[in-house]
């Protein structure tokens, strides 16, 4: 069965970093995309980041460009996030996705909806405060 777990998420204050990992099994991910995405209490969970397995190609929405960077290792199983120049904004639960059949970097983009995506973690917790 394809899974994805998050881990990485913690306290930081304003300013700081984290890198969030998402670990495939079940799957290799060589061949699938990989989104980032996070939700906030009260608000529709919203796509972050995004890499395709074909060529690496990446996607960030416009409110952490310059400050997130999404990679992936291949060797590992595994896509990261570092985030970096975090601010009280970018806290949530950060969930990473993918799916057999759509393109997660579609769904990050806000083209198709979030049910497009089956494979889901469960989520790490990100807090930013001083």
């Known amino acids: 069965q394809a899974q994805v777990a998050e881990s990485g998420g913690g306290l930081v204050q304003p300013g700081g970093s984290l890198r969030l990992s998402c670990v495939a099994s079940?799957?290799?991910?060589?061949?699938?995309?990989i989104g980032w995405f996070r939700q906030v209490p009260g608000k529709e969970r919203e796509g972050v980041s995004c890499?395709?397995?074909?060529?690496?190609?990446?996607y960030y929405v416009d409110s952490v460009k310059g400050r997130f960077t999404i990679s992936r290792d291949n060797a590992k199983d595994t896509v990261y996030l570092q985030m970096n120049s975090l601010k009280p904004e970018d806290p949530g639960v950060y969930s990473c996705a993918t799916s057999g059949k759509n393109k997660p970097c579609e769904v990050v983009a806000g083209t198709y909806g979030l049910r497009y995506l089956e494979v889901w973690g469960q989520g790490t917790l990100v807090t930013v405060s001083s």
């Open positions: 890499i395709s397995s074909s060529d690496g190609t990446t």
């Open positions: 079940g799957f290799t991910l060589d061949y699938y995309d």
